[in-house]
T-cell receptor, first 114, second 114 residues
C-alpha cells in the first residue's frame, strides 16, 4: 500500500532556532516528492519539488533532501521565524498513471514561539 | 500571487440547501482536482478532470458532483448539504509535473453545514 508518513506530528521551537521535519514513503514507482507549507485555513503552497535524481533543493531558508534508496526526505528550516508557523506536508507522486497520482502525508504542525 | 481562485472562502449553510463551490485557474492547465481535508488530516481526492468534458471520481466517496465545461472552470456542487459535508474543500490544477507550475492549490473553501 502506498503511504507517506511524517514525523513529528507536531513541533514547537523558539524563534531563530533550526528544525528538521521527516518524511518516509513507500510510494512506487516514484516520480517526485514535494514539500508544501499550509497556513491555517489556507491552501498548501509549494516549497520544493524533487525528482529521483535530486538529493537536495533549497528555497530560501528551506532545504529539502531526498534519499530515493531509503525512501526518506527531510525538510530543514533555518533561523525560524514566527511566520513559519504552519503545517508542512510531504507529498509523493507516482508514475503509475497518467494522472500522476499524489499521496499526501498528514503533515507536521510547526509552531514557532517568540 | 494566486493563479487559482476559489470562492467563497467561508460558507455556513443550512441542511438541505444546494451549494456550488467555484474554482477557476488562469494557467491554462488541463488537469484540475478537488480535495477534501478535515483538520489535522491528509487531503483526500474526491474529483478530478483531465480536460473539458472529462470528470472522474477520486479515492474518497463524495456525494458532490463536478463539471468541466471550460478549461479554466471546475465547480463542485452539493445538491443537498448535510452536516457530514462540513469540511475544507481545496481545488488544485497541474501543469508539467516537474516544471515550476507543477501543482497549484487554491486557498480553499471552509464549508460548515448546520
Amino acid at each position: 500500500k502506498n503511504q507517506v508518513e511524517q514525523s513529528p506530528q507536531s513541533l514547537i521551537i523558539l524563534e531563530g532556532k533550526n528544525c528538521t521535519l521527516q518524511c518516509n514513503y513507500t510510494v512506487s514507482p516514484f516520480s517526485n516528492l514535494r514539500w508544501y507549507k499550509q497556513d491555517t485555513g489556507r491552501g498548501p503552497v509549494s516549497l520544493t519539488i524533487m525528482t529521483f535524481s535530486e538529493n537536495t533543493k533549497s528555497n530560501g531558508r528551506y532545504t529539502a533532501t531526498l534519499d530515493a534508496d531509503t525512501k526518506q526526505s527531510s525538510l530543514h528550516i533555518t533561523a525560524s521565524q514566527l511566520s513559519d508557523s504552519a503545517s508542512y506536508i510531504c507529498v509523493v507522486s507516482d508514475r503509475g498513471s497518467t494522472l500522476g497520482r499524489l499521496y499526501f502525508g498528514r503533515g507536521t504542525q510547526l509552531t514557532v514561539w517568540p | 500571487e494566486a493563479d487559482i481562485y476559489q470562492t467563497p472562502r467561508y460558507l455556513v449553510i443550512g441542511t438541505g440547501k444546494k451549494i456550488t463551490l467555484e474554482c477557476s485557474q488562469t494557467m491554462g492547465h488541463d488537469k484540475m482536482y478537488w480535495y477534501q481535508q478535515d483538520p489535522g488530516m491528509e487531503l483526500h481526492l474526491i474529483h478530478y478532470s483531465y480536460g473539458v468534458n472529462s470528470t472522474e471520481k477520486g479515492d474518497l466517496s463524495s456525494e458532490s458532483t463536478v463539471s468541466r465545461i471550460r478549461t479554466e472552470h471546475f465547480p463542485l456542487t452539493l445538491e443537498s448539504a448535510r452536516p457530514s459535508h462540513t469540511s475544507q474543500y481545496l481545488c488544485a490544477s497541474s501543469g508539467p509535473p516537474s516544471g515550476p507550475e507543477g501543482y497549484t492549490f487554491g486557498s480553499g473553501t471552509r464549508l460548515t453545514v448546520v
